[in-house]
C-alpha cells in the first residue's frame, strides 16, 4: 500500500489549516483555506472512492506510515515529533479543516506547501483520495465529559478501577480477534468482579448498599456469559452486556483513574444491533469487529474520576 518512492512525510500537510484564528471559505462548493487559496475547479472534484471500510482501512495505513508521527494516532497533532516542529501540525479533528471540501484536500496533498513536500509525485492518486477518506473520521463529534451520579467513597471508586484494568486487557484482545489474549484477561477480571463483591456494603448507607450490590450483580451476570463463551464471537456478545454493566458502575460511582473514561458505541457491533464499550483513550479501538469497524463508531462520552463537591454530595440521587 505504502509508496516506495521517496517523499516528506505527509503529517505536515495540513499544518497551517486549523491554525488559531484562521478563517474558512463557506461557499458550500469550495470550503477552503483563504490564506491557501485552492482552484475552484480543484475545490469541486468529486472523491471517485466510496465511503467504505476497505478504502478508508487503506487511507489509515498511508497515514501511519506518513502522518502520524506529527498528526497523532487520533489526528489532534499531538505525534511524537510534533514538538520539534516549529509549528503545530494541523488538528484533523478540527472543523476548519473538516469544513473544507475532499477536492480541497486532495489538491492541498498533490501540490503542498513549505514545508510540505508536494505529494503528487510520492503517492498515487487513489492512495491520496484514500488519505481524505481516512481523514474524514477524524471528524469531532459532540460529546460531554460527565460526573458521576453520585459522590460516592474512595472505597467504591478503587475496586471500580481494578476492574477497568482487565475489562480494557480484554476489549483489546477482542479487537486484535486474539482467543489466546482474551482467555488471559478473564483471570485477573475474575478477581476484580470478586474484588467489587467484598466492599463492605455494611460501612454504606441502606441506599447507597443497596445500589451497590444491585451494580456488582449487573456485572457478574455478564461475567458468567464470557466465562462460557465457546468462541470470540459469543465472547463478545456477552461483553457487550459487561460494557453496560460496567458502564452504568463508573457512571454511577466513578473511578480513581487521572483521565476520563471514554464510552464508543458501534451501530453495527453484534447480531442483534448496536452495542457500547469503554476504554481509558479517545482513539477508538472496537472490540467488536476489530480491524473491519472503521466506520461504525461514535464517540458518546467521558466519565469523570469523580463528582465535584459544589454539583452536590454522595446519596442525592
Keep these: 500500500m505504502r509508496s516506495e518512492r521517496a517523499g516528506a512525510p505527509i503529517a505536515l500537510f495540513l499544518t497551517a489549516l486549523a491554525l488559531p484564528g484562521m478563517a474558512v471559505g463557506i461557499h458550500a462548493a469550495n470550503h477552503q483555506d483563504p490564506e491557501w487559496d485552492v482552484p475552484s475547479r480543484a475545490a469541486r472534484k468529486k472523491n471517485p472512492l466510496p465511503e467504505d471500510a476497505s478504502v478508508i482501512a487503506k487511507g489509515k495505513v498511508v497515514y501511519e506510515a506518513q502522518c502520524v508521527s506529527c498528526h497523532g494516532t ?55 483520495w484514500q488519505v481524505v477518506r481516512f481523514i474524514r473520521t477524524f471528524a469531532a463529534s459532540p460529546f460531554a465529559v460527565v460526573s458521576p451520579e453520585l459522590e460516592a467513597p474512595e ?30 484477561a478473564l483471570p485477573t477480571l475474575n478477581s476484580a468482579v470478586e474484588g467489587l463483591k467484598k466492599v463492605d456494603v455494611t460501612k454504606l448507607s441502606d441506599k447507597l448498599g443497596s445500589s451497590w450490590k444491585q451494580s456488582v450483580d449487573a456485572i457478574e451476570k455478564a461475567m458468567v456469559g464470557i466465562r462460557k463463551a465457546p468462541s470470540l464471537e459469543e465472547m463478545r456478545v456477552s461483553f457487550a452486556g459487561l460494557s453496560a454493566a460496567s458502564e452504568a458502575a463508573w457512571a454511577r460511582y466513578g473511578h480513581t483513574m487521572e483521565s476520563p473514561l471514554f464510552v464508543f458505541e458501534c451501530s453495527s457491533a453484534t447480531k442483534t444491533g448496536a452495542a457500547r464499550w469503554v476504554q481509558p483513550t479517545r482513539e477508538p479501538d472496537n472490540p467488536y469487529l476489530g480491524s473491519k469497524a472503521v466506520s461504525c463508531v461514535k464517540l458518546l462520552r467521558g466519565i469523570a474520576a469523580t463528582r465535584p463537591k459544589e454539583e452536590g454530595s454522595g446519596e442525592s440521587r
Excluded at 475489562?167 to 480477534?177: G, I, M, S, T, V
Design 74 to 128: 487520533s489526528g489532534v497533532g499531538d505525534g511524537v515529533a510534533a514538538k520539534d516542529l516549529e509549528k503545530h501540525p494541523g488538528d484533523l479533528t478540527n472543523p476548519k479543516v473538516q469544513d473544507q471540501s475532499d477536492g480541497a484536500l486532495f489538491w492541498k496533498i498533490t501540490t503542498g506547501r513549505a514545508p510540505m513536500t508536494a505529494f503528487g509525485d510520492t503517492l498515487s492518486v487513489e492512495e491520496r
Design 155 to 184: 472505597s467504591l471508586r478503587t475496586p471500580l478501577t481494578n476492574l477497568q484494568r482487565p475489562y480494557d486487557q480484554l476489549r483489546r484482545a477482542l479487537a486484535k480477534d486474539d482467543q489466546k489474549a482474551a482467555a488471559a
